[in-house]
């Protein structure tokens, strides 16, 4: 997790499984206080992830819960990163604070899945899609876009020396919904075809006339870890929904199934993807 450490990220992981561990031990936040030594705010405040949670701390917590010795050794490595510094600092002025949580997650995960109604995901964005997508928007103030556009890039994860695993499911309409010019939108699918070539990328089309269940949910994403549990994100123009609960979790997993096998084939959608590009030449 070096690569894109985000103490801020880190925290929010750390402070849930703490919390759920507590409360399935059914023990007080008081009673946590006392163990350790501190005060009850202080655990308030490690399981928001407003607190640096000390390795120390995290171990003396989890093992008054009851905790496998697993999750005790990968929170308190987690606990052990937590203090490095964020690699989107230069970009903060332009993400918003309710999004920064979720640019810190997505750095730390090792895959991702997203289902798309509207617009591609930025890790799936061309430069030139991103700039079109921002040019007028009301929620974005002109002066601002160029910095957005390089914070959007400076995201991507999906190749390199050690890119994130993504699966997405993409509604027909994304790809026929022209963003700024034809010439942008044509590079924007060239982009996909090839990024389709990676094992690691799995992207698939759902086609207009197939109805799927699970599209009747609104745009998700579930960022996987390597030392920490999936969470789900839900994100809507003024703020966003960071789902950790394994019930809540665990639905929108079994959604996405439903989307990946509801689509086209990733032979298919590139397929597809291609005939759109030959029409917009």
């Known amino acids: 997790m070096g690569e894109r450490s985000d103490p ?68 308190t490595s987690l606990a052990g990163q937590a203090d490095q510094k964020t690699w989107w600092a230069p970009f903060s002025e332009v993400l918003p604070n309710w999004f920064k949580t979720f640019v810190g997650l997505e750095g730390l995960a090792r895959s991702q899945f997203i289902y798309q109604t509207v617009t591609f995901t930025g890790q799936l964005q061309t430069s030139t899609y991103a700039t079109a997508l921002h040019e007028g928007s009301p929620l974005v103030a002109s002066v601002d876009v160029p910095q957005i556009v390089r914070a959007r890039m400076a995201r991507q994860r999906v190749t390199g020396p050690h890119p994130m695993g993504l699966s997405s499911v993409i509604e027909e309409a994304v790809i026929d919904r022209v963003v700024g010019t034809a010439e942008t939108m044509r590079e924007q699918l060239e982009h996909l075809t090839l990024l389709m070539k990676h094992d690691h990328i799995d992207i698939r089309i759902l086609p207009t006339r ?26 809507y123009p003024t703020g966003a929904l960071y789902l950790q609960d394994y019930d809540g979790v665990a639905v929108y997993e079994m959604l996405a199934e439903q989307l990946l096998a509801a689509a086209l084939s990733k032979s298919e959608s590139a397929e597809l993807i291609r005939s759109r590009v030959a029409g917009l030449k």
């Open 8 to 75: 801020s990220a880190l925290r929010f992981l750390i402070g849930h499984e703490l919390r759920v561990a507590r409360e399935r031990a059914r023990v007080k936040q008081s009673e946590a206080a006392k163990a350790i030594g501190c005060s009850q705010p202080k655990i308030v405040a490690m399981e928001s992830g407003k607190y640096l949670q000390q390795p120390d701390d995290v171990t003396a917590l989890l093992r008054l819960y009851g905790a496998e010795v697993a999750q005790v050794d990968r929170l």
């Open 210 to 235: 197939k109805y799927a269940h699970a599209g009747n949910v609104t745009e998700f994403t579930l960022l996987q870890f390597a030392e920490a549990q999936t969470v789900g994100y839900i994100e």
